[in-house]
Each structure stands twice: as C-alpha cells, then as structure tokens.
C-alpha cells in the first residue's frame, strides 16, 4: 500500500553527507537530492515506483 505523502521527497541544498532507510520508502516516485554533500546512495533498488532521480552537485562515485 502506498500512502501519499511517500510520493515525493525533497532534501535540496541540507547538506547531507548521506542519506539512509530509503527502503522504508517503496512508493516513493520523485527523490530529489540535488546539492548536497552525498558521496554515495544506497538501496536504490528497494525504489521500485522511483521515476525521477536528481543527484546533481554531489560527490557521488559510489551506487547499488
């Protein structure tokens, strides 16, 4: 069951170094992460309803 508020997650210019438990999150359709300090993101794969992404302006080297 997927609940509206776990559709959209937006985390812009907080200056995270990570970010974790995205797996709580299965419904979740837009992630935007956009300039932050994440050098890697992980659990994507746990995203399954995931359609947009925006990772611009991190560190990012490292993803599953």
Known sequence: NCFFFSSLLI????????????????????????????????NLSTLTSLTLLELGGNRIRVSD
């Open 11 to 42: 985390l812009y210019l907080t200056f995270l170094s990570a970010i974790e438990n995205l797996e709580v999150l299965p419904c979740l359709r837009e992630l935007f992460l956009e300039q932050n300090k994440l050098s890697q993101i992980a």
